[in-house]
Nanobody
Framework: QVQLVESGGGLVQAGGSLRLSCAAS?????MGWFRQTPGKEREFVAG????????SYADSVKGRFTISRDNAKNTVNLQMNSLKPEDTAVYYC?????????????????WGQGTQVTVSS
């Protein structure tokens, strides 16, 4: 059982930046970041393959967010720049037992507890 622990959430003004990190209890395969707001489905934000050669992003964050991984430390990061109020959500880290990322929640086997990101206008 892989345990995932997110950190780095918080409150930031629009236009600012935050960096989320996810620490895995041991080596994982493809990783992803998702986000969810009350009353809405959890949505894909970004994903990265094993060992990190392929990245994918939701259209809403392309050019603003960057996903990366440090395989030696079993961590995956999400650098979020030019944040907008609509980026406000609980952000979840996820891992799947496959090499390629997926934009579908059903394809992920393990989830973190989530970290709140709030962007004020």
């Amino acid at each position: 059982q892989v345990q995932l622990v997110e950190s780095g959430g918080g409150l930031v003004q629009a236009g600012g930046s935050l960096r989320l990190s996810c620490a895995a209890s041991f080596r994982t395969y493809a990783m992803g970041w998702f986000r969810q707001t009350p009353g809405k489905e959890r949505e894909f934000v970004a994903g990265i393959s094993w060992p990190g050669t392929i990245e994918s992003y939701a259209d809403s964050v392309k050019g603003r967010f960057t996903i990366s991984r440090d395989n030696a430390k079993n961590t995956v990061n999400l650098q979020m720049n030019s944040l907008k109020p609509e980026d406000t959500a609980v952000y979840y880290c996820a891992a799947r037992t496959a090499d390629l990322p997926s934009k579908y929640t059903r394809d992920y086997d393990f989830w973190g507890q989530g970290t709140q990101v709030t962007v004020s206008s």
